[in-house]
């Protein structure tokens, strides 16, 4: 693992190897409810969703939340998210992918947005976290672009060359913090984003798991 000159998948957790659509909805929704907004459903979530997210909720409010109200909002999604995200479990297929990318002696990592002293414990939980170089979440405040989370990351891994890295996601934002390491880009439609809006990164684009992996084979070669 990690060999130098080897081919690198980063991959996105949730939405991504982590299937918590229905934990998200419900606790975006939760979040709404503290001011007043109109639940969502998961195809308008789809249609609106970006980073940082509170443009996301000004899409839907008409206006940016205050700080106060961001605050709010933010705490009440986290909370409701931790209760919800148990009933939650792997991508189908994630499992069989994730050792067979090990098993032809390629490397890969996790890399999310998701508050790290919650992931480290959520992915070794599932029995995965060898299948990794390392399993990175935030630190710092919630809401904002993963590009200099990237930066930092691909710098813990020993032997991982940028040009032979792809970042599999599923949200515009992993493009965004792809190509700002000079990495490239998955994007998979099963997440936060509708195919419409990631197919307006100029990525590929791909409605499951194992087309993801091989489209990051092609891309790495």
């Known amino acids: 693992m990690g060999t130098y000159g080897s ?12 299937h918590d659509n229905d934990a998200v909805i419900g606790a975006t929704n939760a979040a709404f409810a503290e001011v007043g907004l109109e639940p969502i459903t998961l195809e308008r979530y789809r249609t609106l969703y970006c980073v940082p ?25 986290q909370r409701y998210y931790a209760e ?16 067979g990318w090990r098993s032809a002696g390629r ?8 508050g790290h002293e ?29 590009a200099e989370h990237m930066v930092r990351h691909l710098r813990t ?5 940028p040009a032979r890295t792809v970042v599999i996601g599923d949200a515009a934002d992993d493009a965004v913090a792809a190509r700002h390491v000079g990495a490239r880009a998955v994007l998979y439609t099963g997440g936060s984003h509708s195919r419409a809006s990631l197919e307006s990164v100029g990525v590929p684009v791909v409605d499951s798991l194992e087309e993801a992996v091989e489209e990051a084979e092609r891309l790495a070669a």
């Open 157 to 161: 891994l020993e032997g991982v060359e």
């Open 84 to 99: 919800h995200r148990l009933g939650c479990g792997l991508t189908e297929g994630a499992v069989e992918l994730l050792t």
């Open 53 to 77: 997210v509170p443009k996301f909720y000004e899409r839907l409010m008409g206006r940016l939340p205050t700080t106060d109200e961001w605050e709010a909002m933010d705490q009440i999604f």
């Open 7 to 18: 081919a690198h998948i980063v991959w996105d957790w949730n939405g991504t190897l982590f």
């Open 107 to 114: 490397s890969q990592s996790i890399l999310s947005m998701y």
């Open 118 to 146: 919650e992931l480290v414990p959520l992915v070794r939980g599932f029995g995965i976290e060898p299948h990794f170089l390392r399993v990175q979440g935030r630190t710092g405040p919630s809401g904002g672009s993963k």
